[in-house]
C-alpha cells in the first residue's frame, strides 16, 4: 500500500500524452488526404477533363497515399481517426449548404482552387467519405462474425450503405420540371442544374405524361389599410403584384385591419387617419332632386341603365349639346338611341303621322321627348309609343333580355350629383375612403383603391413626409390548393396509370416522382410538374433499418441474451 501510495504518476501522464499525439496524427493524416484531393483534381483540370487528365490526376492521388499508407491503415479503424474524419465530413458538408453547387460561379480564386462550388463532387470529399468506410469495415473485421456480435458489425457498416445510397442517388439521380398545358402530353424533362434551380439539360423518360385537367384556386383576398415609407419623397408604387421599384422601393411600416371610424395614428408623423367607408364593389352612383317642378330646363339630359349583350352599362344624354344626344347601336341592341327635350319640328310632325314617313322609320329608333315625357319605339318596320317612366324597364324588339331602363330624367344635369357607392357586396372592386387630419387641423378625404392588371394603385401621399396610405392584399396572390389530373401513357398510347396531383401528394410511378411544383394564375390551362428520380432512396432506408436493427441488438437483445 505504501509502494502504491509513493508511486508517481507518470505512467498516466504518458496515456494521456500517447492519445493527444495519436489525435494530432490522426488529424495530420486526414489533412494531407484533403490536400492530395485538391491537388490531384487540379492535376485533373490542368492537363485536361480526360482520360489523360484522369489517369494524371489518379497517379497523383495515388503517390500521395501511398507516401503515408502504412501509418493510416494502423489507425484508421480507431475513435481516434473516426471521430475527427466525422467532423471533417460535417465541417465540409455545412460549407457546401452555403456556398452555391453546381452553378455559372466563376472557378477561380480560392473557391475554384478547392472545389467548393462543387464540393459534393471534389475528389477530396469523395476521399473523406472513402476513408470513413474504410475505418468502419476495419472496425468491423476485427471482431468475429458471431451470434452475439451481429447488431456489432451492423451498426458499423450499415452507415456504408446509408453512404453508398446517397452516392447513388446524388450521381445518378436528378431533379426537374415537365411543363404541360391541359390535353398536351411530353416525355422529356428539363433538369435543374443542382440546387440552383435553372435549367441546364434535359432528359426523356421512356413514357408520356399527360395532363388530362388542371385547376387553381386562391385564398380569398384580405384587404387592409398599409403606411408605406420611402426614404426619399417620391411617387409611390404598388407592392402586392411584384411591381416595384427596385431602386426606391416603398417599406411597409404596418399593416392595419378595415375598422370602420377607428383612429389610428400614421407611424412616424403627426398625422391621424380614420376609415370612414369601405366599398367591396366600387362604382359611381348618381342622385337627383325627386322634386323636378321647380327647376327649369336649362341643360336637359337623361341617365339611362343599358342592358346589352355585351354586359350592363349606363349611359347620360345632354340634350343641348351635340354629338352627346344620340348613340348609334355601338352595343348591339338592335336600335339606336336618341334624348331630346323638345322634338325638332319635322320629327315631331313625323311621328304624329300614320303610318310614320319612310325616311324616318328606315333605321331603328328610340326617340326620347324628355318635356312630354313620352319614348317612341321605331323598330322594324313597327311604330310605338310609351309613357316615359321613371325606373321602368324598357325591352327592344320585344327582348327581355336587352332594353333599358330610365334612371332619371333632368331638366338641369348641373342638379346631378355622383356618389360612391357599391355595386355588391363581393370584392371585386374594393376602395376604401378615409380621412387624414392633423390634429387641431381639418381633415382630408382620399379614396384608396388596390393595384390592379398591371395598373398603379390609388394611394394617399402624407403631406409634409414621405408615407403613403395604400389598400393592399397578400393573401390573394397565395394559392389555397392546386391539382393536375395526370395519366402515364406508354409508347402504343395505353394508360398506364392514372391520378390526381396536389400539393404533397404526388404520384410514383417506376422509380420516378411526379408531384405539383408550378403553375401560372395568368395560364390558367398550364401546369408544371415536378419530376424527381432517387435510385438510391431504397438503399438509403435500408441502410436506416439495418442500423437500428443494429444498435437495437447491441443494446437489447444482446443484453437480455
Not at 310614320?356 to 331603328?364: S, T, Y
Request: glycine residues 8%.
Amino acid at each position: 500500500m505504501e509502494e502504491l501510495k509513493n508511486k508517481p504518476p507518470s505512467s498516466n501522464n504518458g496515456h494521456h500524452q500517447t492519445d493527444s499525439q495519436l489525435l494530432t496524427k490522426c488529424i495530420l493524416l486526414i489533412s494531407l488526404t484533403v490536400a492530395g484531393g485538391i491537388l490531384s483534381q487540379n492535376i485533373y483540370h490542368w492537363v485536361g477533363q480526360n482520360s489523360l487528365g484522369l489517369l494524371a490526376g489518379l497517379f497523383a492521388f495515388a503517390a500521395v497515399m501511398v507516401m503515408y499508407a502504412k501509418p493510416l491503415f494502423k489507425i484508421i479503424g480507431t475513435p481516434h481517426f473516426t471521430v475527427p474524419n466525422l467532423i471533417a465530413i460535417a465541417l465540409a458538408t455545412a460549407v457546401g449548404t452555403f456556398v452555391p453547387q453546381k452553378t455559372d460561379m466563376a472557378s477561380g480564386g480560392l473557391v475554384g482552387l478547392l472545389q467548393l462550388n462543387d464540393l459534393f463532387h471534389s475528389w477530396w470529399y469523395v476521399s473523406l467519405y472513402a476513408l470513413l468506410a474504410v475505418g468502419l469495415v476495419k472496425s468491423s473485421s476485427k471482431k468475429r462474425f458471431t451470434k452475439e456480435n451481429v447488431g456489432f458489425h451492423l451498426a458499423h457498416l450499415s452507415p456504408i450503405l446509408i453512404l453508398f445510397g446517397f452516392w447513388v442517388d446524388y450521381f445518378m439521380g436528378f431533379r426537374g420540371i415537365i411543363k404541360l398545358e391541359e390535353g398536351q402530353q411530353k416525355s422529356t424533362v428539363l433538369l435543374y442544374k443542382g440546387t440552383s434551380g435553372f435549367i441546364h439539360d434535359s432528359i426523356t423518360l421512356g413514357f408520356n405524361i399527360r395532363l388530362n385537367h388542371f385547376e387553381f384556386e386562391k385564398h380569398k383576398p384580405d384587404y387592409r389599410i398599409q403606411i408605406w415609407k420611402r426614404d426619399t419623397i417620391g411617387r409611390a408604387v404598388m407592392v402586392s403584384h411584384g411591381e416595384t421599384d427596385d431602386t426606391n422601393p416603398p417599406k411597409i411600416v404596418a399593416s392595419l385591419p378595415l375598422e370602420q371610424g377607428k383612429i389610428h395614428r400614421i407611424y412616424g408623423t403627426d398625422r391621424y387617419y380614420r376609415l370612414s367607408e369601405f366599398y367591396p364593389d366600387f362604382e359611381f352612383d348618381y342622385k337627383y332632386p325627386a322634386n323636378t317642378d321647380t327647376i327649369a330646363a336649362k341643360d336637359p339630359g337623361i341617365l339611362l341603365d343599358l342592358k346589352t349583350p355585351e354586359g350592363d352599362a349606363f349611359v347620360q344624354f345632354r340634350a343641348n349639346q351635340s354629338g352627346r344626344n344620340k348613340m348609334a347601336d355601338v352595343v348591339k341592341m338592335g336600335a339606336g338611341l336618341e334624348f331630346y327635350w323638345e322634338l325638332p319640328e319635322d320629327l315631331a310632325k313625323g311621328l304624329v303621322k300614320s303610318p310614320v314617313p319612310a325616311d324616318l322609320a328606315k333605321d331603328n329608333r328610340v326617340i326620347f321627348d324628355g318635356k312630354n315625357e313620352k319614348i317612341y319605339f321605331l323598330i322594324n318596320g313597327l311604330f310605338a309609343v310609351k309613357p316615359l317612366k321613371i325606373k321602368q324597364f324598357y325591352p327592344i324588339s320585344w327582348n327581355d333580355s336587352i332594353g333599358f331602363s330610365v334612371r332619371y330624367l333632368m331638366p338641369d344635369v348641373a342638379y346631378l350629383q355622383a356618389v360612391p357607392s357599391s355595386k355588391s357586396e363581393e370584392l371585386n372592386k374594393p376602395v376604401a375612403k378615409v380621412e387624414v387630419w392633423k390634429a387641431g387641423g381639418p381633415a382630408t378625404v382620399a379614396y384608396l383603391y388596390p393595384s390592379s392588371n398591371g395598373d398603379d394603385s390609388g394611394v394617399f401621399k402624407v403631406p409634409g413626409n414621405t408615407h403613403f396610405l395604400a389598400l393592399e392584399s397578400f393573401k390573394d396572390k397565395e394559392t389555397k390548393y392546386y391539382k393536375s389530373e395526370l395519366s402515364v401513357i406508354n409508347n402504343k398510347g395505353e394508360v398506364l396509370k392514372q391520378q390526381s396531383v396536389k400539393v404533397n401528394e404526388p404520384m410514383l410511378y417506376n422509380g420516378y416522382r411526379f408531384y405539383q411544383t408550378d403553375y401560372d394564375p395568368n395560364k390558367p390551362n398550364y401546369s408544371g410538374i415536378g419530376v424527381s428520380h432517387e435510385p438510391g432512396l431504397m438503399v438509403i432506408y435500408l441502410g436506416f433499418y439495418l442500423m437500428v436493427a443494429g444498435v437495437a441488438h447491441m443494446f437489447y437483445i444482446k443484453k437480455k441474451s
